[in-house]
């Protein structure tokens, strides 16, 4: 894609993130852009509570809520190591947990997560995508996921400081 | 905490900015908001340039470039510390340089600045704030650095996808 036509779509989807109002209106937005422009089948947007050291994300109609413990699976690990993690054979990577494809039916083939900080550089949340259209996840991925999780972390900073 | 109602008009804010197609366009609106919130007399958000260690600016037409050395001043060593730094007596400071306040005419009684990071922790630019009635304090700091932080995303989407065109062998 052109620059020119990124940095529009990229500031459409910018300013249509500024109008929700709540992770619960805005995750599902954000994760139905990251899927399109990443070219991946699924999405999450995990937010993390430093308080009760738990993660938690919405169905993707913004209004349930799924809990994980902060300390499991990629998304576990990804939170400790404070960086992005590819893994493009989930089944046997050490970190990875089967548990929820077995739950679900869904067969993970590969996954790119990355971590977002807020201002004071501690980590508000994690960004996860799985199986990529087109082959594996590579760095021009985790450059793009580094930017985006950047990108959309004043907004998520500023809901939480909405509603302290 | 002072700025508690500042948190809901900044959606607004955000939303204007992603708005403005270029640098010279967003400094200015950026400038304008910053030092109405915060009470300030003055606002300067200087792009660094880390490749020849230059500071510019663009004066609040936002068509002239102001350029500086970033080695200089309370603003090089903002970029030395990687922190916010408040001076509330300017020309008691040692690293305070008078220079600009004897090109201008205008006098700098007190400073707040803060670096302002890309996605990749590099520096990207410093935000300053001249000359609030009262002096900066602590609740100034943290929402300068809440604030550097938010409108990042728009200067680190402006640099990647707009002037950096040229070289265009990056993905995406």
Known sequence: MQSEDMYSKLADFGRELLEKKSFGEGLPHIVSYAKEVMGADRCSVYIYEEENDKLWTTHSDGVKKIIVPSGKGVVGYTLRVRKPVIVNDPYSDVNFLPDVDKKTGYKTQNMISAPIFDSNREIIGVLQLLNKAKGDFDNDDKRFIIFFAHYISGFLELVAKRKA | ?172
């Open chain 2, 1 to 172: 905490m002072k700025y508690t109602d500042t948190y809901i008009k900044l959606a607004d804010f955000g939303r204007e900015l992603l708005q403005k197609k270029s640098l010279s366009e967003g400094l200015p609106h950026i400038a304008k908001y910053a030092k109405d919130v915060i009470l300030a007399r003055r606002c300067s958000i200087y792009i660094y340039n880390s490749e020849n260690d230059e500071l510019w600016t663009t004066l609040a037409d936002g068509i002239s470039k102001i350029k500086l050395n970033a080695n200089k001043g309370i603003v090089g060593q903002t970029i030395r510390t990687q922190k916010p730094i408040i001076v509330n007596n300017a020309y008691a400071h040692p690293n305070f340089s008078s220079a600009v306040d004897k090109e201008t005419g205008y006098k700098t009684n007190n400073i707040i600045t803060t670096p302002i990071f890309n996605s990749k922790r590099e520096i990207i630019g410093v935000l300053q704030l001249l000359n609030k009635d009262e002096g900066f304090d602590e609740d100034d700091v943290k929402f300068m650095i809440f604030f550097a932080h938010y409108v990042s995303g728009f200067l680190e989407l402006i640099t990647k996808y707009k002037i950096t065109k040229s070289k265009n062998n990056e993905k995406l």
